[in-house]
Each structure stands twice: as structure tokens, then as C-alpha cells.
Antibody
Framework: EVQLVESGGGLVQPGRSLKLSCAAS????????MAWVRQAPTKGLEWVAT????????YYRDSVKGRFTISRDNAKSTLYLQMDSLRSEDTATYYC?????????????WGQGASVTVSS | DIQMTQSPASLSASLGETVTIECRAS??????LAWYQQKPGKSPQLLIY???SLHTGVPSRFSGSGSGTQYSLKINSLQSEDVASYFC?????????FGAGTKLELK
């Protein structure tokens, strides 16, 4: 069974940093591109970042470019999101998601989410 | 970025009814469209990709159709477990973008 388990969320002040982790199991992690998708309270879904299966390529939405860094450790089957210079508008539940093997940017498995609140 | 407009924003339907949710893209997305279901308090789950391909394990009462800029999700014989929000997502163009969602409730 595919499982994605996020951790590392919490309350953080504006301008500070936070690092999310996503532990994957039930599939060959190193074969799949992975993504972070967020959802602000009572809002819709917003793609944040994607990393290729081997970590060689990364992609970000404009609003987080230069502040967030997506990375992975295939030996540990773990995905990361380093979030720096956090802003109030980054407040959201952050989901770790697996890219569909044949359809890039289709997310076919999701974690339960990690809540991030940016507030003073 | 390609804008995705979903309609309606919410709807109420009875058990056994057929429900249709629409999604319009701001430009042609060449069937690069997925549908997700998000039950209250849960994470999204993939239902449909490539506009009309049913994801593994998804009940056959769900179906997708459309082309160009207009797409739809149909739920036949509505069940109580279908109460959820539904989101469309285009992935034809970068960055991938989502619709605002449709909240489906039971009448």
C-alpha cells in the first residue's frame, strides 16, 4: 500500500524557516517524481513544487521561487520542503504527492497533510 | 497561467441521482485534465486523468469527458460516500493549475 506521511508542520513567525518531510513507503520511491501541493484554509489546491525522480530537476511556482527548496533522499525514501522567509500567505496545509508514472503533474497518491501557520 | 473555472461552486443532489460538474480552461489543454475528490478533513484522491481515464480502484460510476477547453465529471447513481469537494486540474501547461472546487452535498 502506498503511504506518504508528512511531518514538520507548525506555527512559525513571518520571516522564519520551517522544513517539512514526507516519508514514503509501499512503492519504489526513486522511480517517481514527487510534488508538494498546498491548500490554504477553506481554499482550493495550489501546486508548490516538483522534483524529478532522481532529484536532478526541480520546479517551483513563482510565489515561492527563491524561498522554498524541494529535495529528496532516495536512500531514505524521503521528500523534503525547506521553507525560508515565510509569509502569512504561505499559511496552508501542505500535501506531499506522488506524480503519476506516465502522466507528469498528475498526482496519484497524497499524504495526509502537514499544517503550516505563519503568524506573529 | 491557464485559469480553470469550475461550475457550479456547490450543488445538492439526492441519492441515486446523476450529477455533472463542469470545468472550463482559459485555453485549449488538449485533454491534459485530471479530477480529484476531497472528502471532508481528508486529502485529495485522484479520480480521472487524461480527461477520461479512470484511476485504479475508482468506482465506474465516475466518468470524465470533454475536449479543448470544456470538460466534465459525471457521477452516476450518487452514493452517500460521494459527498466531497471535487477539483479539476490542468497539467497540459506549466504550471499545473486547479479549479476552485465544487462542493457536493446530499439533498
Amino acid at each position: 500500500e502506498v503511504q506518504l506521511v508528512e511531518s514538520g508542520g507548525g506555527l512559525v513567525q513571518p520571516g522564519r524557516s520551517l522544513k517539512l518531510s514526507c516519508a514514503a513507503s509501499g512503492f519504489t520511491f526513486s522511480n517517481y517524481g514527487m510534488a508538494w501541493v498546498r491548500q490554504a484554509p477553506t481554499k482550493g489546491l495550489e501546486w508548490v513544487a516538483t522534483i524529478s525522480y532522481d532529484g536532478s530537476s526541480t520546479y517551483y511556482r513563482d510565489s515561492v521561487k527563491g524561498r522554498f527548496t524541494i529535495s529528496r533522499d532516495n536512500a531514505k525514501s524521503t521528500l523534503y520542503l525547506q521553507m525560508d522567509s515565510l509569509r502569512s500567505e504561505d499559511t496552508a496545509t501542505y500535501y506531499c504527492a506522488r506524480h503519476h508514472y506516465y502522466s507528469p503533474y498528475v498526482m496519484d497518491a497524497w499524504g495526509q497533510g502537514a499544517s503550516v501557520t505563519v503568524s506573529s | 497561467d491557464i485559469q480553470m473555472t469550475q461550475s457550479p461552486a456547490s450543488l445538492s443532489a439526492s441519492l441515486g441521482e446523476t450529477v455533472t460538474i463542469e470545468c472550463r480552461a482559459s485555453e485549449d489543454i488538449y485533454n491534459g485534465l485530471a479530477w480529484y475528490q476531497q472528502k471532508p478533513g481528508k486529502s485529495p484522491q485522484l479520480l480521472i486523468y487524461n480527461a477520461n481515464s479512470l484511476h485504479t480502484g475508482v468506482p465506474s460510476r465516475f466518468s470524465g469527458s470533454g475536449s479543448g477547453t470544456q470538460y466534465s465529471l459525471k457521477i452516476n447513481s450518487l452514493q452517500s460516500e460521494d459527498v466531497a469537494s471535487y477539483f479539476c486540474q490542468q497539467y497540459y501547461d506549466y504550471p499545473p493549475t486547479f479549479g476552485a472546487g465544487t462542493k457536493l452535498e446530499l439533498k
